[in-house]
């Protein structure tokens, strides 16, 4: 499955010009407030009409301004979770999320109702009107009712962005299981970079309403001449890991292609594949074996890119094993340090550094 | 009741009724299309057609009741024709009273249920498509029953409106006992006879009652809209 979108409109004084391809899995549109990507979503989703466009899912047309094609939104079977739930408030939680099988005159699949019930966990909220929901229970009942109108692909415009940080963190291991349970390709639209960087698999940055970069999440995110659009303070890279077991004192050991991490205790049993992101920030160099040190993860590698940036900052590339890790330093260090590719280095991660909300769960 | 209320007052009152509760009904669904226009939609002349509907609420009810007696008598812009291929008459018969009562409530009508209108987002009809609703689809399941309450408080005013019509009443229709003489052209009626004030004020405090219960009734149905929206 794979959607292709090529679309220029004007709007508010500025021009959106884009063209990307999604395929399987989570594809995040990446990029500030007011940078298009909305604009991008109502198009694919057909509640905006673009000057014009080509959008193909799976070789179907569902639009072509040149060819004169709009498929109208009821019929082109994407499912859109918006910013808000947009619950119909008349209705309870389970007329809500039956709706979409009754407009589209579907035919009752029980198992996938259970299914999509189960994982959204909603079997207790179900004779409930959405008045009396939270703002997490809102927004996992409009992705069940999304679900449930069985779409050939999902959208979701910053599904999280009305919610608090306890509530994010709820909503987000929905995500991964129905990133990696239901086959169902994701648009996601997002301005967070960890939100980005633990659900998706393709990344598209959007900027101005063009698209800047796009590619593997885990590629776009370690690229250090991406960081700049990206957020330098925020930029970091992905690892890929399995979850080896606990220690006593509060911490949990993953294994990678590079060796070992030991981070804060983890909420995942022994054998779990796990998606973890590294902020570049957190990562400090040294040419020698480093000794005595407070970073309990000194990883050995090979310096891949070094960027110096336009201000005081650099950005180093490592390769370990099959992973990079990204890490920011001062360019005065890269220049003292004389860092350049080929080199072989080693990056030091202080285990506190990582952030709980940083570790996903993934199905490799 | 019959031995109170004389058999003209009695016949007034069931015409009354009568006209009203066919203006009300054949008025509703382009009263709801209005609204939704108004409401909703933007397009050319939508201030012209807000005029034009709230026109009858500033206007004197008789130049009302006259320019349908010019567009609607037999040898009108829209009466001949409508003579002439249909055989159908308005002016001076009961018909033409629910015509002008249509009309003169018809303001009433729109702004109760645009007033609704305007408290669901209409963000919620989007959702509904991308669910695979069509356009009447999500309005029927969706808009419609969260203004409900809305439009029958609408309703309900432009039927008590109806009920109460004069001015373009008898201007278009005159005061034909049984067949155009409502209430109101029936207090008028017994009023310009000696001795006729009994059963004027009879009929004065059936109006005065039926309107205050319309009043009161579309105002609790109006607050229930809020309370539909909210989802509670």
């Given at each position: 499955?794979?959607?292709?979108?090529?679309?220029?409109?004007?709007?508010?004084?500025?021009?959106?010009?884009?063209?990307?391809?999604?395929?399987a899995?989570?594809t995040?549109?990446?990029?500030?407030?007011?940078?298009?990507?909305?604009?991008?979503?109502?198009?694919?989703?057909?509640?905006?009409?673009?000057?014009?466009?080509?959008?193909?899912?799976?070789?179907?047309?569902?639009?072509d301004?040149?060819?004169?094609?709009?498929?109208p939104?009821?019929?082109?079977?994407?499912?859109?979770?918006?910013?808000e739930?947009?619950?119909?408030?008349?209705?309870?939680?389970r007329?809500?999320?039956?709706?979409?099988?009754?407009?589209?005159?579907?035919?009752?699949d029980?198992?996938?109702?259970?299914?999509?019930?189960?994982l959204?966990?909603?079997?207790?909220?179900?004779?409930r009107?959405?008045?009396?929901l939270?703002?997490?229970?809102?927004?996992?009942?409009?992705?069940?009712?999304a679900?449930l109108?069985?779409?050939r692909?999902?959208?979701?415009?910053?599904?999280?962005?009305?919610?608090?940080?306890?509530?994010?963190?709820?909503?987000?291991?929905?995500?991964?299981?129905?990133r990696?349970?239901?086959?169902v390709?994701?648009?996601?639209?997002?301005?967070?970079?960890?939100?980005?960087?633990?659900?998706?698999?393709?990344?598209?940055?959007?900027?101005?309403?063009?698209?800047?970069?796009?590619?593997?999440?885990?590629?776009?995110?370690?690229d250090?001449?991406?960081?700049?659009?990206?957020?330098?303070?925020?930029?970091?890279s992905?690892?890929?890991?399995?979850?080896?077991?606990?220690?006593?004192?509060?911490?949990?050991?993953?294994?990678?292609?590079?060796?070992?991490?030991?981070?804060?205790?983890?909420?995942?049993?022994?054998?779990?594949?796990?998606?973890?992101?590294?902020?570049a920030g957190?990562?400090?160099?040294?040419?020698d074996?480093?000794?005595?040190?407070?970073?309990?993860?000194?990883?050995?590698?090979?310096?891949?890119?070094?960027?110096?940036?336009?201000?005081a900052g650099?950005?180093?590339?490592?390769?370990?094993?099959?992973?990079?890790?990204?890490?920011?330093?001062?360019?005065?260090?890269a220049?003292?340090?004389?860092l350049?590719?080929?080199q072989?280095?080693?990056a030091?991660?202080?285990?506190?550094s990582?952030a709980?909300?940083?570790i996903?769960?993934?199905r490799? | 009741?019959?031995?109170?209320?004389s058999?003209?007052?009695?016949?007034?009152?069931?015409?009354?009724?009568?006209?009203?509760?066919?203006?009300?009904?054949?008025?509703?669904?382009?009263?709801i299309?209005v609204?939704?226009?108004?409401?909703?939609?933007r397009?050319?002349?939508k201030?012209?057609?807000?005029?034009?509907?709230h026109l009858?609420?500033?206007?004197?009810p008789?130049?009302?009741?006259y320019?349908?007696?010019?567009a609607?008598?037999?040898?009108g812009?829209?009466?001949?024709?409508?003579?002439?291929?249909f055989?159908?008459?308005?002016?001076f018969r009961?018909?033409?009273?629910?015509?002008?009562?249509?009309?003169?409530?018809?303001?009433?009508?729109v702004?109760?249920?645009?007033?609704a209108?305007?408290?669901?987002?209409?963000?919620?009809?989007?959702?509904a498509?991308?669910?695979?609703?069509?356009?009447?689809?999500?309005f029927?399941?969706?808009?419609?029953?969260?203004?409900?309450?809305?439009?029958?408080?609408?309703?309900?005013?432009?039927?008590?409106?109806?009920?109460?019509?004069?001015?373009?009443?008898?201007?278009?229709?005159?005061?034909?006992?049984?067949?155009?003489?409502?209430?109101?052209?029936?207090?008028?009626?017994?009023?310009?006879?000696?001795?006729g004030?009994?059963?004027?004020?009879?009929?004065?405090?059936?109006s005065?009652?039926l309107?205050l219960?319309?009043?009161?009734l579309?105002?609790?149905?109006?607050?229930r809209v809020?309370?539909?929206?909210?989802?509670?």
């Amino acid at each position: 499955m794979t959607l292709d979108v090529t679309l220029t409109h004007q709007f508010d004084g500025f021009a959106c010009d884009v063209e990307f391809s999604a395929p399987a899995g989570i594809t995040a549109l990446f990029g500030h407030s007011g940078s298009g990507k909305t604009t991008i979503v109502n198009a694919v989703a057909g509640l905006l009409r673009p000057e014009a466009g080509r959008i193909v899912m799976d070789g179907q047309v569902l639009l072509d301004t040149a060819a004169g094609i709009d498929l109208p939104t009821a019929r082109r079977r994407i499912g859109y979770v918006f910013q808000e739930a947009r619950l119909f408030p008349h209705m309870t939680v389970r007329q809500n999320m039956l709706y979409g099988r009754w407009a589209n005159r579907l035919r009752r699949d029980t198992a996938h109702e259970a299914q999509v019930i189960d994982l959204l966990g909603l079997g207790h909220l179900l004779t409930r009107l959405p008045g009396r929901l939270s703002g997490g229970e809102s927004q996992r009942v409009a992705l069940g009712r999304a679900l449930l109108a069985r779409p050939r692909m999902l959208l979701m415009d910053e599904p999280l962005a009305a919610l608090d940080s306890a509530r994010k963190s709820e909503i987000l291991p929905y995500l991964e299981r129905l990133r990696d349970d239901f086959g169902v390709p994701i648009l996601y639209v997002s301005h967070s970079l960890s939100e980005v960087a633990r659900l998706a698999t393709t990344v598209v940055v959007v900027e101005r309403g063009t698209v800047l970069r796009s590619g593997p999440a885990a590629e776009v995110l370690s690229d250090p001449e991406a960081a700049p659009s990206l957020g330098i303070r925020e930029a970091g890279s992905i690892l890929q890991g399995r979850l080896v077991g606990h220690s006593d004192d509060g911490l949990s050991e993953i294994a990678f292609s590079g060796g070992a991490l030991w981070l804060p205790k983890i909420a995942a049993n022994p054998g779990e594949d796990l998606r973890v992101r590294i902020a570049a920030g957190g990562v400090t160099l040294s040419r020698d074996e480093p000794l005595n040190t407070s970073s309990l993860n000194v990883l050995h590698g090979v310096i891949d890119t070094v960027r110096i940036g336009r201000s005081a900052g650099a950005m180093v590339r490592i390769r370990v094993g099959d992973e990079v890790i990204l890490s920011r330093i001062s360019a005065r260090a890269a220049a003292q340090m004389a860092l350049e590719a080929g080199q072989p280095i080693y990056a030091c991660l202080a285990s506190i550094s990582v952030a709980r909300s940083d570790i996903g769960q993934t199905r490799v | 009741m019959s031995g109170w209320l004389s058999p003209e007052a009695l016949e007034a009152i069931r015409l009354s009724l009568k006209v009203a509760l066919w203006a009300t009904v054949l008025s509703l669904p382009a009263g709801i299309f209005v609204a939704y226009a108004l409401a909703r939609w933007r397009f050319p002349g939508k201030q012209l057609l807000n005029g034009l509907v709230h026109l009858p609420l500033i206007l004197p009810p008789v130049v009302t009741g006259y320019l349908l007696l010019l567009a609607f008598g037999r040898t009108g812009l829209i009466g001949q024709p409508l003579y002439d291929w249909f055989g159908i008459t308005l002016a001076f018969r009961w018909t033409g009273a629910v015509l002008a009562a249509a009309i003169m409530a018809f303001p009433l009508l729109v702004r109760a249920i645009r007033l609704a209108l305007e408290a669901v987002d209409p963000k919620l009809e989007e959702a509904a498509k991308t669910l695979g609703a069509s356009r009447l689809l999500g309005f029927a399941t969706i808009t419609l029953p969260l203004i409900l309450p809305g439009v029958i408080a609408g309703a309900v005013l432009a039927f008590a409106k109806a009920m109460g019509e004069f001015g373009a009443t008898i201007t278009f229709v005159s005061n034909i006992p049984g067949q155009t003489q409502t209430v109101p052209s029936a207090i008028y009626a017994f009023l310009q006879v000696p001795g006729g004030e009994g059963a004027a004020l009879q009929l004065v405090v059936i109006s005065v009652g039926l309107a205050l219960g319309a009043l009161l009734l579309s105002e609790v149905l109006s607050r229930r809209v809020a309370k539909r929206i909210s989802g509670r």
